[in-house]
């Protein structure tokens, strides 16, 4: 059999290993710390989820360079990935504002 053309989804990474190229992470500038927010944005977004009568899972992409935000509502789920301290704010206000809506 000849050989193909067609992607093996590996990658060499530079220590010689070889990495599934879905495993590949860009190298961020910053780590995304939980505690940097602001907590009465965070706390807000939390209850504001739970008012709803939904759920909210916080953490963090595996190379810890983005923030990982799950909501549960319903039948619906929606993940978001900020990866600054700005955006995740960003993120968190139009959560509060769209479980407000919600509600009323």
Do not use: F
Request: aromatic fraction near 4%.
């Amino acid at each position: 059999m000849g050989a193909s053309n067609r992607p093996t989804g590996k990658n060499k990474n530079t220590s010689g290993g070889v990495l599934l190229k879905w495993r590949e992470n860009k190298q961020s500038q910053a780590p995304c710390y939980w505690g940097d927010l602001d907590a009465k944005i965070l706390m807000g977004a939390v209850d504001s989820v739970v008012r709803a009568g939904g759920a909210i899972m916080l953490g963090s992409t595996s190379d810890g360079g983005a923030y990982s935000i799950c909501i549960l509502l319903a039948d619906d789920k929606v993940k978001e990935y900020p990866h600054s301290v700005e955006e995740c704010e960003i993120v968190l206000r139009a959560v509060m504002q769209e479980m407000l809506d919600t509600l009323l």
